[in-house]
């Protein structure tokens, strides 16, 4: 009687690491109060993918250059890409789960390199992923972010400012602008939906 097969443990490992998340919190530095989102993000994505999720969840366009630095070393897009800003290693070429150490990782991520939008991420919470949930995954977050080209933080609460004022002399100008944008409120629904589009091309991957 042959004995019974076993899953090579190389494809076990495959597996395991293709499943596992973690929890990123995204911070955007120098905001009172904090602007920030927290989602679960399988640790087997590049760090394009965490780019794009940071877009998503932060509620940026992806108009702009952008970084991740790491203990030191920088991550962004390909030479031919980025216009020659400077040496850095491709994003798309890195997965998230090979830059994590065991309990706790900080990335800071870069947007705008004229606005200068300096995010924080933590990274928590490495574990196998929950059957039938689909990551990434929307957990919460408070405010929105910056409107793009706004002039960085000082241009962002100058903004704020005369939204706030109706006798500042930008008050019309900037309403009419941001037409019915609120900076307390996160469109949540169209986070999930965009999500949901990785996860799908996860999945069929």
Known sequence: ???PSKTPKSDTSA???????????IHLLDTDPIIWREVEVPTSIT?????DII???MGWFDYHLWEFTIDGQTYG???????????RLQADKVRLRDVLTPRRTTIDYMYDFGDSWAHRLTVTAIRQAEPGVSY???IGGAWSAPPEDCGG?????????ALA????PDHAEVSEYLEDWNPEEIEELQIRIALGRIANRRNAA
């Open 1 to 3: 009687m042959s004995p």
């Open 15 to 25: 597996a395991d690491s293709f499943n596992q998340i973690c929890k990123v919190r």
């Open 47 to 51: 760090l394009k993918v965490l780019h």
């Open 55 to 57: 877009q998503i969840t």
């Open 77 to 87: 897009l390909s030479t031919e890409e980025d216009w020659g800003v400077g040496p």
């Open 136 to 138: 990434p995954r929307y």
């Open 153 to 161: 933080i000082p241009g962002y609460y100058n903004l704020l400012n």
């Open 165 to 168: 004022d109706a006798k500042h």
